[in-house]
């Protein structure tokens, strides 16, 4: 596709596609605090606990990249 291999279009695929559907659902934990008026302490719960599967999966990431480094 467009002179690009299937493992190219799959690696940007999991890294932007990932990291943008992450981001999103931070815009949503925000919406959800700010919609329902869960202040300050409610939204740091909301965070803490729908953040906490993202931070996970990143610093999944993160110690494959450290302990084996990057395989291709």
């Not at 940007?12 to 999103?24: E, H, I, K, N, R």
């Not at 869960?38 to 909301?46: D, E, M, P, T």
């Not at 729908?50 to 999944?60: C, D, N, T």
């Amino acid at each position: 596709m467009f002179g690009f291999t299937e493992e190219q279009v799959a690696w940007f695929g999991l890294t932007f596609g990932v990291s943008a559907f992450m981001l999103y659902m931070v815009f949503i934990i925000f919406q959800l605090a700010r919609e329902s008026k869960a202040g300050k302490f409610g939204a740091f719960v909301l965070f803490l606990a729908l953040g906490f599967g993202l931070v996970g999966f990143a610093a999944k990431g993160l110690i494959k990249y450290f302990i084996g480094g990057i395989v291709e």
